[in-house]
């Protein structure tokens, strides 16, 4: 399947960060599987219309990890899934997430019955993609 990145301009999130969060998932929810092409640098930069250089760092991070990697004059694969954090830093990263989550919640006039029913609703959708159409379970 292809890569799809989607980048929110105003979020507080960096451009890069947001690169590396969501190659993460689509590795995660199975978008994308270990030897799956990437595009390259310069190709991602001009369908976001962001500078290669953010493109870079954002393929340099996920290359360290080992989440990617570069076969010469081929280009860049996933390899392997990121290692999950341990459960300080896991719990740490989603609070940031759910304080964010929250808030946008409390702008929008939402009350706490409607975001945990979507939240719900969205778990269950990423878990029945993450499944896919030939899974009986």
Known sequence: MALRVDIVAGS???IYRQ???QIRLA???GDLEPGDP????R???AQLVVNPNTIAKAYGEL???GEIVSQRGRGMFIGHAAPTPDASE???RLA??????IQQALLLGASQAEVLALIRETWAGLEEAKKGPDDES
């Open 12 to 14: 507080t999130t960096p």
């Open 19 to 21: 690169v590396v969060d």
């Open 27 to 29: 590795v995660v929810t």
């Open 38 to 41: 990437l595009p390259s640098v």
């Open 43 to 45: 190709a991602l930069a």
């Open 63 to 65: 290359s360290r990890s």
């Open 90 to 92: 896991r719990r740490t």
């Open 96 to 101: 940031s997430e759910a304080e964010r989550l």
